[in-house]
């Protein structure tokens, strides 16, 4: 029987021969968490891990919106923002799915 740490389902058995000839077990952990998803256009981050061990900022981009919007949504949420801000557009000019990313104190 395995030890208690390679009961669990998290880790995989993989079966493989040894050079003696007979079949042995190894046992190797599944890597937890997956790929990365923009909150707004869905395609996937770059430069966002999900590996244990890491500092926050090796974990995600440090910029605005870094590990939630892809760069491109990124872009358009800070130049609607600057235009509103600045009188350029009001509040209804703002497309629906960027609003949560609207300061919520802006002149409707």
Do not use: W
């Not at 939630?68 to 509103?84: E, G, H, Y």
Request: glycine share 8%.
């Amino acid at each position: 029987m395995p030890i208690p740490k390679n009961r669990a389902p998290s880790v995989r058995k993989i079966k493989y021969r040894a050079p003696s000839g007979e079949s042995r077990v190894r046992y190797r952990r599944r890597i937890k968490g997956g790929k990365h998803y923009c909150a707004l256009s869905g395609e996937k981050l770059t430069g966002v891990h999900s590996t244990r061990g890491l500092s926050a900022s090796k974990h995600r981009p440090n910029r605005p919106y870094g590990g939630r919007l892809s760069p491109s949504m990124s872009r358009r949420v800070i130049i609607f923002k600057s235009r509103l801000a600045s009188g350029a557009i009001t509040l209804e000019q703002v497309p629906v799915e960027l609003l949560d990313y609207m300061p919520k104190t802006a002149k409707k």
